[in-house]
């Protein structure tokens, strides 16, 4: 377990279903967290990390939380079906002091939907006592942590944002065909990559034939979705004693 104590955050800004969703999944003492902040207009939401730990300025730590967000958009959308959410205030932890918000003017696009908020549930016993359960991970977190052990990971899932079409997808591919894929079949792999080969990445070709039973979008982005989640899962299953 490691809960980030560095200088630097990020004020989260987007839908109340979706900070919700982030305060749920991004629990301390797991990086990265959530921090809920108050300050004279009410509160609002810091996200942490080890990320931070060695950064010096304001300006740096918002090009850190750039590429932090855009990967932690992905994992939420993938494990909570939650819209993206964009970047605030550069936040300061001071130490005894009141945290300090750096305003670094930058367009952020942000879609929402409207969704239910997620459910936190809780287990009681028999007199209706809340039994809390030790702490652990969420799968954000592990989600995270693993694009963390290995950088391929975490460029697969950037190439993920938003709506990916086939050029996104097979840069994604090409970030983690050397990784674990979780079972994904040779004819699968074959399937997605001449589809993809034969549509929008190249020219007609002869070299480039389309495969029989070519992939939906929708499909390859399943697929990829797929493989990248096996390979979270073979990398934390082998690292698992370093999170206790």
């Known amino acids: 377990m490691c809960k980030a104590i560095s200088q630097w955050?990020?004020?989260?800004?987007?839908a109340e279903e979706g900070l919700n969703a982030w305060r749920i999944e991004l629990k301390p003492p797991f990086d990265p967290f959530v921090e809920e902040i108050g300050h004279e207009q009410g509160k609002y939401l810091a996200l942490r990390s080890d990320?931070?730990?060695?950064?010096?300025?304001?300006?740096?730590?918002?090009r850190v939380a750039k590429n932090l967000l855009s990967v932690l958009n992905v994992i939420m959308s993938k494990n909570a079906d939650v819209d993206p959410l964009s970047r605030g205030a550069v936040?300061?932890?001071?130490?005894?002091?009141r945290p300090r918000k750096h305003h670094i003017i930058e367009a952020e696009p942000i879609i929402m939907r409207l969704r239910g908020f997620?459910?936190?549930?809780?287990?009681?016993?028999?007199?209706?006592n809340v039994i809390e359960p030790p702490p652990k991970p969420s799968e954000a977190q592990l989600w995270m942590r693993a694009?963390?052990?290995?950088?391929?990971?975490?460029?697969a899932l950037s190439y993920l944002e938003g709506k990916p079409g086939w050029v996104e997808l097979y840069k994604s591919y090409e970030a983690i065909r050397a990784l674990p894929n979780g079972g994904?079949?040779?004819?699968?792999?074959?399937?997605f990559a001449q589809t993809a080969n034969a549509s929008e990445?190249?020219?007609p070709s002869e070299k480039y034939k389309p495969n029989k039973n070519p992939m939906e979008l929708w499909e390859a982005r399943v697929?990829?979705?797929?493989?990248?989640?096996?390979?979270?899962?073979?990398?934390n299953s082998h690292n698992s004693d370093s999170m206790l």
């Open 201 to 203: 990445r190249h020219h």
């Open 9 to 14: 955050g990020i004020e989260l800004k987007g």
């Open 223 to 235: 697929f990829i979705t797929r493989w990248i989640a096996g390979s979270i899962n073979c990398i």
């Open 184 to 191: 994904i079949s040779k004819t699968e792999m074959a399937r």
């Open 118 to 128: 997620p459910a936190d549930l809780k287990m009681v016993d028999a007199q209706v």
């Open 91 to 97: 936040i300061e932890f001071v130490e005894n002091g």
């Open 51 to 62: 990320v931070f730990k060695m950064i010096t300025s304001s300006e740096e730590a918002n």
């Open 147 to 155: 694009a963390t052990l290995e950088p391929e990971l975490g460029r």
